[in-house]
């Protein structure tokens, strides 16, 4: 409705503009035959009658009593009915006035007549009598003369008359027209107003909304802030309390394994080893949760000093190498000749690498391939890359795995036991060092993590004595 009434005021608008100049010429139509049907050029004829009139009755008591007092008078109405002659109104006097009185035939024959009077009156030949009897004749044809402009000048006048009728048929029309298109601009105009001034409210309410909603947001974000840092808090709270007393399970069962309380059954000794492995397993889980924690709240600290890269990449896959054999899993390294001295947290490093190449070689069937390298690249910056052929990860879970206690949904990820805490530890550390970790991965083809550290970390090999 709104796009309607911007047309039909963008129409009307139009038409106005199109139609303005010929109202305006209809009404300097109208206006000039109004003034030149009012007979302005009668009236002058008129005068000019009644001059020649007054001219007659002069002459008529001169020639029945030729005395000078009749002779003057005669003579000064002459003056008067010349005085009218020559004062008619000229064309162009008058910007609508284009048929002046001036230029009809018998204006020049009534002019051309008192020049005759006023010769009769100059000469006066045959007396004063003789001479009025000869210019009545004159005054009687310039009469005669003036009636017949009389009826010329009315019939103009009708025929002005009939004109006007006919301009202001047709301009009532066109007015009507205008006022048409006038009221609906102005109708148009009042439905944009109030279109206007509606939009403006709705506006003025999706703001109010729009700012009660970001208020609510920003609350919503500070709880959850604040939620997070009471689950981390929680979360050191609790691994801290659960360390004291795994270091002495952890203790005991080592001091029985090494024979302190006696000699034990190999049945027993199985057993003490399984508690003594789930102990690490379990202290080694509490240590992830109260790092993650410390990173997640801001209060993570790297112990930097100078690591040898290639050396901790080296030291890793060795270590792993027998998990890797008994998973039937081939491990292949690809490592620089170049020793990689860095600025970094030694201990760190080799936690994410560990985590890495275990998750790699844990989701990787017997049979598959785990590739490890390490390198600088062309803009100086150092990239660790794990690739493997195992089950992989779908597209919509890449950004899952890198969430605390969140792991892929396939059904193939849930066969291996994880607290998933590895990637999200991965992530933290990296970025703590100024790094990067992205994820490639396709179900069923494997997975390639990707670590790239900053050049500003690395060192001159120099520094390889002192690592």
Not at 393 to 398: G, Q, T, V
Not at 434 to 455: F, M, N
Request: charged share 25%; glycine share 6%.
């Amino acid at each position: 409705m709104l796009r309607q009434a911007r047309i039909i005021w963008m129409v009307c608008f139009a038409l106005l503009l199109v139609s303005t100049p010929l109202v305006i010429k209809d009404v300097s139509a109208i206006r000039d035959s109004i003034a030149i049907a009012s007979s302005v050029d009668y009236w002058y004829e008129s005068q000019l009658t009644r001059y020649l009139l007054n001219l007659k009755v002069a002459l008529t008591d001169l020639r029945y009593e030729p005395t000078s007092e009749r002779f003057d008078k005669a003579r000064q109405l002459l003056d008067v009915a010349f005085s009218g002659v020559t004062n008619l109104p000229k064309e162009g006097g008058k910007q609508w006035h284009k048929d002046s009185i001036t230029n009809m035939s018998q204006i020049a024959i009534v002019s051309q007549e008192l020049n005759t009077i006023d010769n009769l009156l100059l000469q006066q030949q045959g007396g004063l009598a003789s001479m009025a009897e000869s210019a009545l004749t004159h005054v009687d044809f310039a009469l005669d003369k003036l009636h017949a402009m009389t009826m010329e000048i009315m019939y103009r006048r009708n025929e002005r008359v009939g004109q006007t009728d006919r301009l202001m048929s047709g301009f009532k029309d066109k007015l009507v027209f205008y006022c048409i298109a006038v009221l609906a601009i102005i109708a148009s105009l009042a439905y944009l107003m109030h279109a206007h001034i509606r939009s403006e409210r709705s506006l003025q309410t999706a703001y109010n909304n729009v700012s009660e909603l970001a208020e609510r947001l920003r609350l919503a974000k500070d709880a959850a802030i604040e939620a997070g840092h009471a689950k981390s808090r929680f979360l050191a709270n609790v691994s801290h309390e659960l360390r004291t007393p795994l270091n002495a399970v952890i203790g005991f069962a080592d001091m029985m394994i090494q024979g302190y309380v006696g000699a034990l059954s190999g049945k027993q000794r199985d057993y003490v080893q399984d508690i003594l492995s789930s102990a690490q397993r379990l202290l080694a889980l509490i240590a992830d949760i109260l790092d993650l924690s410390k990173a997640e709240a801001g209060k993570f600290e790297l112990r930097e000093d100078v690591a040898d890269f290639t050396k901790i990449v080296r030291q890793a896959s060795h270590d792993i190498r027998a998990a890797a054999m008994q998973a039937g899993v081939k491990l292949s390294t690809g490592l620089s000749a170049e020793p990689i001295i860095m600025k970094a947290d030694p201990l760190r490093l080799r936690q994410v690498v560990d985590n890495i190449l275990s998750n790699a070689i844990k989701f990787t069937e017997a049979g598959g391939l785990v590739t490890l390298s390490l390198a600088r690249i062309d803009s100086g910056d150092v990239r660790l890359k794990i690739s493997d052929t195992g089950i992989g990860i779908s597209e919509d879970d890449i950004p899952r795995v890198f969430m605390a206690f969140q792991q892929a949904e396939s059904h193939l990820a849930r066969r291996h036991v994880g607290t998933g805490l590895g990637l999200p530890m991965v992530k933290s550390l990296i970025e703590l060092h100024g790094g990067k970790v992205t994820l490639d991965s396709r179900v069923g083809h494997g997975t390639t993590v990707t670590i790239d550290l900053p050049a500003d970390r690395c060192l001159p090999t120099l520094y390889k004595k002192i690592a």
